[in-house]
């Protein structure tokens, strides 16, 4: 029973292309979050979700737009995926917003060539 | 500059030495992280603070809030500890900030 799960765990396309990454929490939990880890391994957050509402949108391109059809899911979706996309994506969630520990995801390892 | 600052960068330690971690951030927290991410890549939520201190198995962390300052300790430390430390701190309007992590290799 995997508690954050994100799918696809690779993904590697083309400059140009549309993407998502899925993302599901059988926690029960109320808020999920979108981060961001680059080839230097520092992480930043990009969207956080608290019951389907956006409560955080860090300045990140708006080629990135989150979609939460529930509070179990929260998918990412990438327009135009340039060769700086490049990184590991992980999802995560938290009981509640905002100081809950946050349970996390895999990771989606997205590579633009 | 980034908002919160860790130390040390790397640290390489001997199995059951005392190892300390430190976090260091510039404003106004409203709770502070500490994950550990695995060599596979793997993020594990290891406390969450917002004062005083907490305990689980060999894993101390502590947090001075007037110090802006938290340290994550570990006694009697194992090989398996061996990873990378990040602490993150969520600060007031809805920020939310990573150090540069702490990689931690313990030698058998």
């Known amino acids: 029973d995997t508690a954050v799960s994100q799918t696809p765990k690779y993904l590697v396309t083309q400059m140009g292309n549309d993407k998502s990454i899925k993302c599901e929490q059988n926690?029960?939990?109320?808020?999920m979050y979108w981060y961001k880890q680059d080839s230097k391994k520092f992480l930043k957050i990009m969207f956080s979700?608290?019951?389907?509402?956006?409560?955080i949108n860090e300045t990140v391109p708006n080629r990135f737009s989150p979609k939460s059809p529930d509070k179990a899911h929260l998918n990412l979706h990438i327009n135009s995926l340039e060769l700086g996309d490049s990184a590991v994506y992980f999802c995560?969630?938290?009981?509640?917003?905002?100081?809950?520990?946050?349970?996390f995801g895999p990771g989606t390892r997205l590579t633009v060539t | 500059k980034n908002e919160v600052e860790q130390s040390p960068q790397n640290l390489t330690a001997q199995e059951g030495e005392f190892i300390t971690i430190n976090c260091s951030y510039s404003?106004?927290?409203?709770?502070l992280h500490w994950l550990q991410q695995h060599p596979g890549g793997g993020i594990v939520s290891l406390f969450m603070?917002?004062?005083g201190k907490k305990k689980h198995g060999r894993l101390i962390a502590t947090i001075n809030i007037q110090e802006k300052h938290s340290s994550l300790h570990i006694t009697a430390s194992h090989p398996r500890d061996s990873a990378v430390y990040i602490c993150?701190?969520?600060?007031?309007?809805?920020?939310?900030?990573f150090g540069t992590g702490t990689s931690l290799t313990v030698i058998p």
């Open positions: 404003v106004g927290i409203s709770a």
């Open positions: 993150a701190a969520f600060l007031p309007g809805n920020q939310f900030y």
């Open positions: 603070l917002s004062s």
């Open positions: 979700y608290n019951n389907k509402e956006l409560i």
């Open positions: 926690l029960g939990h109320d808020t």
């Open positions: 995560a969630s938290s009981q509640d917003w905002p100081t809950y520990e946050q349970y």
